[in-house]
T-cell receptor
Framework: EPEVTQTPSHQVTQMGQEVILRCVPI?????FYWYRQILGQKVEFLVS????????KSEIFDDQFSVERPDGSNFTLKIRSTKLEDSAMYFC???????????????FGSGTRLTVV | QKEVEQNSGPLSVPEGAIASLNCTYS??????FFWYRQYSGKSPELIMF????GDKEDGRFTAQLNKASQYVSLLIRDSQPSDSATYLC??????????FGGGTRVLVKP
């Protein structure tokens, strides 16, 4: 079964440093997403990406964040100057059009645990 | 603010019993709903996807959707210790993205 692959699985970084989280979505999917889950809290939408541009972003996704699809396969989330409160699990997801039944079309990666110290 | 609300639990059920989870949502424009299971430190794993009013059954799981009342429920029959996890309800408002509830923690006791 096709998978969404995320690397690294765990990243520790010092406050103020830049981090890049990487994702390889499923090849025939068209929408790509980043979600965040702070420990003990709900999964929160950050950004969606379609046709090589951001289609929607949440208020969390401020100027410190950026996304890119540098080649035909990778999808990256960059945090320019990390803060302690950026510590969270970051999940990449991709979505198939037309919607795939019965699973509803969304596939999540296994996540990257980001720890900012 | 479009919200999805769940009781945080924990919902403690004996092995073999039925676990009943509820979820309400505020956005009447949401058409599709998802139940995910999440083990600690892991990514959400899809359990059920439902978009029509009524019941949908898949193995030991039954999802029920009532759009008029804006609630979605999940029943887990013959609960097993491996079902112990946090169950996330998510809606899909307009725009191909998911809005998640805070999750209900389920503990199945042998």
């Amino acid at each position: 079964e096709p998978e969404v692959t995320q690397t690294p699985s765990h990243q520790v970084t010092q406050m103020g440093q830049e981090v890049i989280l990487r994702c390889v979505p499923i090849s025939n999917h068209l929408y790509f997403y980043w979600y965040r889950q702070i420990l003990g809290q709900k999964v929160e939408f950050l950004v969606s990406f379609y046709n090589n541009e951001i289609s929607e972003k949440s208020e969390i996704f401020d100027d410190q964040f950026s996304v890119e699809r540098p080649d035909g396969s990778n999808f990256t989330l960059k945090i320019r100057s990390t803060k302690l409160e950026d510590s969270a699990m970051y999940f990449c997801a991709s979505y198939q059009l037309p919607r795939a039944f019965p699973d509803g079309g969304y596939t999540f990666g296994s996540g990257t645990r980001l720890t900012v110290v | 603010q479009k919200e999805v609300e769940q009781n945080s639990g924990p919902l403690s059920v004996p092995e073999g019993a039925i676990a009943s989870l509820n979820c309400t949502y505020s956005d009447r424009g949401s058409q599709s709903f998802f139940w995910y299971r999440q083990y600690s430190g892991k990514s959400p794993e899809l359990i059920m996807f439902i978009y029509s009013n009524g019941d949908k059954e898949d193995g030991r799981f039954t999802a029920q959707l009532n759009k008029a009342s804006q609630y979605v429920s999940l029943l887990i029959r013959d609960s097993q210790p491996s079902d112990s996890a946090t169950y996330l309800c998510a809606s899909e408002p307009a725009g191909n993205k998911l809005t998640f509830g805070g999750g209900t923690r389920v503990l199945v006791k042998p």
